[in-house]
Each structure stands twice: as C-alpha cells, then as structure tokens.
C-alpha cells in the first residue's frame, strides 16, 4: 500500500509526502528498496533538458532540486526510523529486520528456482556461492530495467517486483502481492488489456494454474513426511521457466505499446494519462 501511495504522490507532483511514504514503505517491509533508482529518475524526466555533454547531464538532468529533495527526505525518513529503533532494540533489531536477508539460507522447502540446491549444499561453503549468484543475477536484471523503463514508472515498478520475486533464492507465495498490486497498472497504462484481452487473461491463468499444481509435492513433505524434493525441485523449474516467459510475453506486450502516440510525448503514458484526467475536471 505504501508502494502505491509513494507512486501515485509521485505522479502527483507531491515529491515531499512522495519521499515520506517512500521511507516508510522501505522501512516496514525492505524490497521497495528497488524502485529508488526509476523513482529517483522519473521526477521531472519530462522536464529533463537536451545535452550532448556527459557532465552536462549528469548536473543538468539528474541533480535537480526536486529529485534531491525526494531522495533526502526519504533517505531522511529511512535512517531516522533506523536510529529510533535501534537506540530502542539494539543490534538485534538492525539484524533481525535488514542484515539477516544478506546471510539467510533457507533450506527449507519454497518455490525458488535455487532452493533444492541451496537444499543439498546446505553445510557445505557451496550454499552461500549460490545464493550469491542469485543475487548478482537479481540485481543486474533489476538495476536494468529501473535504468531502461523508468519513464514509464507504474510498468517498471511491475517488472522491478516481477524480476525480485522471481530470481530470488527464497520465495513464498505471499511475496506474489508484490508484483500482483501493482497489475492494474501494467494492465490499463499500456492499454494491454483492451489490445490484447484474450492472450492478458490465458497467459496468468495458466501462470495461476501452474501455482495451484506446485502445491502436491510440498503437501507430501510438510502433511505426509515423504521425500519429495526432487518433485519439488522439478515444479520449481517448470515455475521459473514460466515466470520467466510471462516476463518476456508481458514486456514484449508493453513494447508493442510503446510505439502507440502516447509514447512518443516526451512524459511516460501514466503521467499522460493523470494530465488528461486534470484536464477534463
């Protein structure tokens, strides 16, 4: 909720009340981490001045006064709360609530494409190699498609939380609200479900379908007690894979939309579309 609210304050114009829920939402549940960099980006890109000079727009167009006044209010919000907590709880709060996401290893059965490995190495130095790697992979996917889609902020903040659920060494299905919340925009914004009706709604219910049918292998290792990891390993994979082509399918989708007229306006089709309803009032 504190995700949408940051989102909707944004194309709103509201940088400061932006930055406050902003700090908050990363405070109380830590991966809306991931929209700092297109959020920091999308202020005023509309605005953002012409130059052929790498200096020149690195001063001209990323450092202005209202992308600095979001980034230190949240960041503000952020550490303050950091500070109160910590002076309150000590160590073990910092660690419980930030620390404890870079060292964890579940070997616990989830629906992570890395879990069954993580699984079998477990005691061995090999565990924490794996989890780092998916997490340079995450990062580098993440960290992309914040620089690539950032103008288009509702679309991008899907494909961030997409990618982060997705390529994270420990996923569970509550983590699914994290990209699911934010549908409606990538939905409506890129005019995909009017366009493309019929292929939007196979290609989640098949993805729902997938979900509700990894449920039989852990019900036989957490209700029976049976060995059924490598089934578990193996819907993992048939998961993964499918995220990932309703990844490729959803963004080749929002490509195709890129090019309608609404697109070529220098501001992103969410912010078009908020102008366009100003206007009308």
């Known amino acids: 909720m504190l995700s949408l609210l940051t989102l909707q304050r944004v194309l709103s114009e509201k940088y400061i009340q932006a930055a406050l829920c902003f700090g908050l939402a990363v405070h109380f549940k830590i991966y809306p981490v991931i929209y700092a960099a297109p959020l920091f980006l999308f ?10 000079s790498p200096w020149s727009w690195m001063w001209m167009k990323v450092w202005n006064r209202q992308r600095l006044t979001f980034a230190f209010v949240s960041a503000g919000v952020f550490f303050g709360l950091i500070g109160v907590f910590y002076m309150m709880y000590g160590y073990e709060f910092l660690f419980e609530t930030y620390l404890y996401h ?33 997490f340079l992979a995450q990062w580098v996917l993440i960290f992309f498609f914040g620089f ?3 103008k288009d902020i509702g679309v ?6 997409l990618i982060f659920v ?18 409606p925009l990538l939905a409506y914004n890129n005019q995909i479900w009017h366009n493309s009706k019929k292929l939007f709604v196979f290609i989640w219910v098949t993805w729902f379908a ?14 029976r007690g049976e060995n059924a ?6 819907s993992n994979c048939i998961f993964f894979i499918e995220s990932v082509a309703l990844l490729c399918v959803l963004l080749h989708l929002s ?5 309608e007229p609404t697109r070529l306006l220098s501001i992103s089709y969410a912010v078009f579309c908020l102008k366009k309803k100003k206007k009308k009032k």
């Open 43 to 52: 202020i005023e890109s509309q605005r953002d001045p012409a130059t052929k």
């Open 255 to 259: 490509l195709i939309h890129i090019s």
């Open 102 to 134: 870079f060292s964890r290893q579940d070997h616990r059965h989830n629906l992570s494409f890395h879990f069954y490995l993580i699984y079998l190495f477990y005691d061995s130095g090999y565990s924490g190699m794996i989890g780092s790697v998916a």
């Open 148 to 150: 690539r889609f950032y």
């Open 166 to 183: 997705v390529f994270n060494k420990v996923c569970t299905a509550q983590y699914f609200i994290w990209f699911l919340g934010l549908l």
């Open 210 to 223: 997938t979900e509700c049918a990894m449920l039989a292998a852990p019900y036989k290792v957490e209700m």
């Open 229 to 234: 990891f490598r089934p578990i390993f193996g």
């Open 156 to 161: 991008c903040m899907f494909f961030q939380s």
